[in-house]
């Protein structure tokens, strides 16, 4: 007979049902909090959760119960757009986008041909992505099979619900970086057959961007999507308008950047194209129309000087807009960070990022957008138990500032512009503890 794994956390729980709008306060229904709560955790799944006095009184006995009062759980963070093979070459001096590829991203990616460095990164990049209390990230390998197969692996070990894909390039980059068009593409459909739907695995599908792969590499990329339609696809678009000048001249037959992308059946509801920056509202229409989402890097186009995101326009055109950190473009894997450079982008542009968008938003907003939010991204009966500790009061600072705070609201602020990883007190993921603060790692099995 199978033993149940099963147990109680006692903590403030916070997640969300349904987007929560952009006024000060969340509209109503939106939030599910409890002030004392109770989560019941059994068999990797969330079985219950309610205020702890009311669940309390119906566990049946012998159920471990964990006090984490003054914590507060939240589902675990998402990043929609992240390049684990950047990991090392984060904070390198600032170029911007095109230059940053050739000086840093390609000489960096060659390494990944070697399968023990890939098997070392990845292992490097998941426990990283722990300590911030991300749980799931969609990423981008290098274009090497190897990279793929090492980070499906390390994650599949740890239990993690992940989404990944092998970069497709058959131009313009250094030629250990690209492959002929064929080749890439059946180098993708093995790496399918290998790890797509095993167990909380998932994969994308990856061109790079538009100017390194040929017409017949995206149209190729865009069969493979319209014949198996539980894939996903990422790639990026409009981060830079150097890129952009550069697209027009590759591919005259595209009245835009976009039409590059839908010309070869590459938009879709399992589409995220990362920055979008440089956009117009008819071009957020098109995504719109077709389910897409735009993966929204502050910190990433703040460091690169790629522009200021209109993330109103996006909501205008409704269109689906997510978190991601984009390292190593981006400065800092925490979902927190990117909440607090969102904040910022938006308060130059006049539509600052309230607490209540910026944790829906890293939680079931990029779930729902990823096509992920039937099993993660909310604290409810049945969702994977995937979740994060959250400490308030982790530095002398920080409990300083929420000791003064008189709402969920102020705090979830506070959180937002003056966490990090030490606001991390753990993070859980498959209903296991994978991480904890006071502590290495935990190892996986």
Request: with cysteine.
């Amino acid at each position: 007979m199978t033993k149940t794994d099963s147990r109680v956390l006692r903590a403030e729980l916070l997640s969300f049902d349904a987007d929560p709008g952009e006024a000060d306060s969340p509209v109503p229904g939106s939030v599910r909090h409890y002030p004392d709560g109770a989560l019941w955790v059994e068999n990797g799944r969330i079985r219950a959760l309610d205020d702890y006095a009311s669940l309390a009184s119906r566990l049946p006995e012998g159920v471990e119960i964990f006090d984490y009062r003054g914590k507060l759980i939240t589902p675990g963070f998402i990043d929609s757009h992240v390049h684990y093979v950047q990991l090392e070459i984060m904070a390198s001096w600032g170029r911007q986008l095109l230059d940053w590829l050739n000086d840093y991203t390609f000489p960096e990616e060659l390494k990944f041909a070697n399968r023990e460095h890939a098997e070392a990164l990845s292992e490097a990049f998941l426990d990283e992505m722990l300590r911030v209390g991300t749980t799931t990230a969609q990423v981008f390998c290098s274009s090497h099979a190897t990279s793929v197969d090492a980070f499906f692996a390390a994650s599949h070990r740890r239990g993690l619900c992940m989404l990944a894909g092998k970069v497709l390039m058959d131009r313009h980059a250094p030629e250990e970086l690209t492959d002929d068009t064929l080749g890439g593409i059946r180098d993708s459909e093995r790496l399918i057959a290998d790890w797509h739907g095993k167990r909380r695995l998932g994969y994308s599908l990856t061109p790079r961007f538009a100017p390194t792969s040929t017409r017949a590499q995206l149209d190729a990329t865009g069969a493979i999507l319209r014949n198996d339609p539980s894939l996903w696809l990422q790639t990026h678009l409009a981060e830079n308008t150097g890129e952009l000048d550069w697209v027009a001249a590759l591919f005259p037959g595209s009245r835009d950047y976009l039409e590059v992308y839908e010309q070869s059946g590459l938009v879709g509801p399992r589409s995220t194209f990362a920055h979008g920056i440089h956009l117009d509202q008819a071009m957020r229409g098109r995504l719109a129309e077709r389910g897409a989402n735009l993966a929204f890097c502050p910190s990433s186009n703040l460091f690169l000087g790629s522009g200021l995101f209109d993330r109103k326009a996006a909501r205008e055109a409704g269109l689906n807009v997510t978190y991601a950190s984009d390292v190593g473009g981006g400065t800092d894997l925490s979902g927190l960070a990117t909440l607090k450079a969102a904040y910022q982008v938006g308060q130059l542009r006049g539509q600052p990022l309230t607490a209540w968008q910026g944790f829906y938003g890293l939680t079931l907003g990029n779930a729902r957008a990823l096509s992920l939010d039937d099993r993660i991204g909310r604290l409810a009966p049945g969702m994977d138990a995937d979740f994060v500790i959250l400490d308030p009061a982790a530095t002398p600072l920080l409990a300083r500032r929420t000791a003064r705070c008189r709402s969920l609201g102020e705090t979830l602020f506070a959180l937002m512009m003056m966490g990090d990883d030490r606001s991390v007190a753990e993070t859980w993921a498959a209903g296991r503890c994978q991480h904890r603060r006071d502590h290495q790692p935990i190892a996986s099995g």
